[in-house]
């Protein structure tokens, strides 16, 4: 983590004790967040990023900031107080009122806490595990980015302990859903696949990109239910995120699978010319909320 956190108004000392024992979410992992990339000083996507907490604070009850511009002039200004031009952003609302364990220092409806981290060398490529049952695709919350990621945590540090990289997590049905903090991707032939919405994934902003926007003549890209058995069918699989852009599945435990990566190089390149033409578009607006 870089030197200074973002606590609503105020840029702090990431050392400094700002929040109150007494404070729900943080009690309960009541709040959303989202992790953002920033290239050149600017928060890449920001827009998809911010219209997707506000989706998920409604339906966690989570109370929100009614002004997206209000969050977004003071993440810029503490990119600008660590001179993160080149990071990953964390931004987090956190509910403070409700049930019996609320404290009675927590004034505010919400607290919004950020904070700033040089960007994670991810490798070349990954190897991935399998969690069976480990979305439930039906839960009306499923799909929701929200702060009790506990679960999540647990998956991945298990899965570097057995010398893997990620997991693929499975659904009640059987079906493919996501990774523990990245979206998946199977290739057959020229065309992409990734788990549709109702395998209980998140969508991921990289996913609604790759899916919505960029586009690669010949190549096409759905949503689609998968199985396991679709992994050694594929031609190449690979997965996607915010900070690891798009990155290829060199092994699955358990399964045998091709090592292609013609398509993601292909999309790779595609989506590093739409990060570059969004981040000229934006640089002047980045430059202009900090003045």
Known sequence: MHRFLLHNDEIRDAGELCVSPGQVGLLNGWGVFSTIRVYRGVMFAWERHSARMQRDAKLMRVPFPNDASWLEERLYRL????????????????RNHGGMWEGPAATRDF???AFTADVADWGGAVKLGV???????????????????????????????????????????????????ANIFLAFGEEVRTPPLDSGCLPGVTRMLLVEEIQVSG????????????????DEVFISSSTRELLPVISVDGYTIRRGERLKNLLQQAFSGYVTRYVSRHRKTALNVTR
């Open 219 to 234: 190549v096409r890209i759905i949503e689609k239910t998968l199985f396991p058995a679709d992994l050694e069918g594929a």
């Open 111 to 113: 607290d919004v806490i």
């Open 131 to 181: 969690v069976p049952n480990a979305r439930y695709a039906a839960n009306e919350f499923a799909g929701v980015k929200y702060l009790s990621w506990a679960q999540n945590l647990t998956w991945y540090e298990r899965a570097h302990e057995q010398g893997l990289d990620e997991v693929i997590l499975l659904n009640e049905r059987g079906e493919l859903s996501e990774c523990t903090s």
């Open 79 to 94: 990119i600008e107080a660590n001179h993160a031009q080149e990071a990953t952003l964390r931004v987090v609302v956190v």
